[in-house]
């Protein structure tokens, strides 16, 4: 019993601040940029008759155009990530 109260505890807020959100300007950025992504390589896809579109191509544009600042979303990271995953699964 003594454990479910402290978890419970844990779940409280302690009144701490939240870090600012993201500007309205960075977020339609982002909206934009993975649209026009997403467009592009379902449009080359269509195209070229060749399945371009992965799984992963969602996340990634999360992680490229919301957070470019982080470690995972750096090209080489990205591109080491689409090159060596499929040659993993293959």
């Known amino acids: 019993m003594e454990l479910n109260l402290s978890l419970l505890k ?6 701490a601040e939240l870090l600012p959100g993201p500007t309205l300007k960075s977020v ?21 008759t060749v399945s371009l579109v992965l799984g992963s191509l969602g996340a990634t544009c999360v992680l490229a155009f919301g957070f470019p600042e982080v470690a995972f979303s750096q090209p080489r990271n990205v591109i080491a990530g689409h090159v060596i995953s499929p040659m993993t699964g293959l």
Do not use: V, Y
């Not at 950025?29 to 070229?48: K, R």
């Open 28 to 48: 339609a950025m982002a909206w934009l940029g993975a649209f026009l992504a997403i467009a592009l390589i379902a449009t080359l896809s269509d195209a070229l």
């Open 10 to 15: 844990k779940l409280k807020s302690d009144k």
